[in-house]
């Protein structure tokens, strides 16, 4: 979601509260800490993460500045976690270690701390569950408040979404984010004319990235495809500071309105100059440079030889198995690339995964996996069978509406090509 770039230079100072060992972040969210450089670097690694910014490394200070302070030591392990890899796991797991010896003498520190805990151990519904009740405790906590919609989103909570975005607006009425959130949140309730008025009252307030990502997901659900590859190029400008994920992810937007329009050179052209251009080892750009890949040929377009240089980047997760909705992107990479052996390793983890867990989740995830590498493969036959089983459960796979299509689109060419 963000960036974790060394920082460089003097901390902004941010105004203070109070005083004593208890202080309070400029959004008065009481920390246990006596230092009041620890508590402007979480406040500040805190606004990073609400503006999709590349100052997320400053958490670091936090720590150093004061290393009793729990809630750094959180704030460490959620950015481990937004990396979504097996050693962004055991670090985050090791800053918990640390968070739990440290000072946390508030409610809802204890209660952001085993929310992330939950988080860490994989059980994404109990986080989510945790986080809810610091909100009822910390109402005006934003960040709170965006990390439980990201883990809302990864399990299909969009329902849920709606609620968390609705209090937002109610305790942040003139802040541009919170405004943003809701839009999302409405988009992925199927309330699109909704979703865009939301979307333009966080424009009217900041020319927020995330509110122009709400706008293309309703003008993509309404089919004005070629008024949103115009809206986006238009405000593309806003993008420019915003991290690699944000940046890439818009851009990636852009390049489906130019699919959809029968632009295949300029979709292509976005992937090579945008899409495909700044953190290659982040996920989250992978997974954009994956699904764009996928789209251009599920269009009848020819992606090349660039397979091969995203699915070599994507070769050491295959036995993650951390992110259902990262893995199905994954074995698409990973068989179109012909990383055989990753493929295999993706194939086996998720299999013996799903064979040793009662969660019929793991389960589609393993089916819809073989599904789309037998695509891959042009064992048309195959994939219909995994891709079907697999789909009713595609809503709770993590990934926006958007996101999600490219599953259904591989299912449809899958049948197409049985048929003919």
């Given at each position: 979601m963000f960036e974790t770039h060394d920082t460089a230079g003097a901390m902004t100072e941010l105004p203070v509260a109070e005083t004593s060992t208890v202080l309070r972040t400029p959004r008065g969210i009481a920390l246990s800490t006596a230092s009041s450089r620890a508590m402007q670097a979480v406040h500040r690694f805190e606004e990073t993460v609400l503006d999709y910014g590349c100052d997320g490394a400053v958490i670091l200070d936090a720590v150093a500045?004061?290393?009793?302070?729990?809630?750094?030591?959180?704030?460490?392990?959620?950015?481990?976690?937004?990396?979504?890899?097996?050693?962004?796991?055991?670090?985050?797991?090791?800053?918990?270690?640390?968070?739990?010896?440290?000072?946390?003498?508030?409610?809802?520190?204890?209660?952001?701390?085993?929310?992330?805990?939950?988080?860490?151990?994989?059980?994404?519904?109990?986080?989510?569950?945790?986080?809810?009740?610091?909100?009822?405790?910390?109402?005006?906590h934003l960040f709170a408040a965006k990390l439980l919609h990201y883990l809302q989103l990864a399990?299909?909570?969009?329902?849920?979404?709606?609620?968390?975005?609705?209090?937002?607006?109610?305790?942040?009425?003139?802040?541009?984010?919170?405004?943003?959130?809701?839009?999302?949140?409405?988009?992925?309730?199927?309330?699109?004319?909704?979703?865009?008025?939301?979307?333009?009252?966080?424009?009217?307030?900041?020319?927020?990235?995330?509110?122009?990502?709400?706008?293309?997901?309703?003008?993509?659900?309404?089919?004005?495809?070629?008024?949103?590859?115009?809206?986006?190029?238009?405000?593309?400008?806003?993008?420019?500071?915003?991290?690699?994920?944000?940046?890439?992810?818009?851009?990636?937007?852009?390049?489906?309105?130019?699919?959809?329009?029968?632009?295949?050179?300029?979709?292509?052209?976005?992937?090579?100059?945008?899409?495909w251009t700044r953190r290659k080892d982040y996920c989250q750009?992978?997974?954009?440079?994956?699904?764009?890949?996928?789209?251009?040929?599920?269009?009848?377009?020819?992606a090349g030889d660039r397979w091969h240089d995203v699915a070599a980047r994507v070769a050491d997760r295959a036995g993650d198995a951390v992110d259902p909705f990262l893995d199905l992107h994954y074995a698409y990479a990973l068989a179109k690339g012909a990383q055989t052996a990753a493929s295999e390793t993706l194939l086996t983890t998720l299999e013996a995964r799903a064979r040793q867990s009662?969660?019929?989740?793991?389960?589609?995830?393993?089916?819809?996996a073989v599904g789309i590498h037998a695509f891959c493969h042009r064992d048309y036959a195959t994939a219909i069978a995994g891709l079907t089983a697999a789909r009713p459960r595609f809503n709770a796979i993590g990934g926006s509406s958007v996101q999600r299509q490219l599953f259904d689109q591989t299912l449809a060419a899958a049948q197409r090509e049985y048929r003919n």
């Amino acid at each position: 979601m963000f960036e974790t770039h060394d920082t460089a230079g003097a901390m902004t100072e941010l105004p203070v509260a109070e005083t004593s060992t208890v202080l309070r972040t400029p959004r008065g969210i009481a920390l246990s800490t006596a230092s009041s450089r620890a508590m402007q670097a979480v406040h500040r690694f805190e606004e990073t993460v609400l503006d999709y910014g590349c100052d997320g490394a400053v958490i670091l200070d936090a720590v150093a500045a004061d290393p009793d302070c729990a809630v750094a030591h959180t704030l460490v392990a959620a950015a481990q976690l937004f990396k979504s890899t097996r050693a962004g796991v055991s670090a985050a797991k090791a800053s918990l270690a640390a968070a739990r010896t440290s000072r946390a003498d508030t409610p809802s520190e204890r209660l952001l701390i085993a929310a992330v805990a939950h988080w860490a151990d994989d059980d994404l519904h109990a986080a989510a569950s945790v986080l809810d009740r610091l909100l009822v405790e910390q109402p005006r906590h934003l960040f709170a408040a965006k990390l439980l919609h990201y883990l809302q989103l990864a399990t299909g909570n969009v329902s849920g979404m709606l609620k968390v975005a609705d209090r937002a607006v109610m305790h942040h009425a003139h802040d541009a984010r919170a405004h943003a959130m809701h839009a999302f949140a409405l988009d992925q309730n199927g309330q699109h004319a909704a979703a865009e008025r939301a979307a333009h009252r966080a424009l009217e307030i900041a020319p927020d990235p995330w509110a122009h990502h709400a706008i293309a997901h309703a003008m993509d659900a309404t089919g004005r495809y070629a008024e949103g590859r115009d809206w986006m190029h238009r405000h593309a400008d806003a993008w420019s500071g915003c991290s690699s994920f944000l940046f890439t992810h818009n851009w990636w937007h852009a390049a489906l309105f130019h699919i959809a329009v029968g632009d295949h050179h300029g979709a292509t052209a976005l992937y090579d100059t945008h899409v495909w251009t700044r953190r290659k080892d982040y996920c989250q750009d992978q997974i954009n440079a994956i699904s764009l890949l996928a789209r251009l040929e599920l269009a009848g377009a020819d992606a090349g030889d660039r397979w091969h240089d995203v699915a070599a980047r994507v070769a050491d997760r295959a036995g993650d198995a951390v992110d259902p909705f990262l893995d199905l992107h994954y074995a698409y990479a990973l068989a179109k690339g012909a990383q055989t052996a990753a493929s295999e390793t993706l194939l086996t983890t998720l299999e013996a995964r799903a064979r040793q867990s009662d969660d019929p989740q793991h389960r589609a995830v393993w089916q819809a996996a073989v599904g789309i590498h037998a695509f891959c493969h042009r064992d048309y036959a195959t994939a219909i069978a995994g891709l079907t089983a697999a789909r009713p459960r595609f809503n709770a796979i993590g990934g926006s509406s958007v996101q999600r299509q490219l599953f259904d689109q591989t299912l449809a060419a899958a049948q197409r090509e049985y048929r003919n």
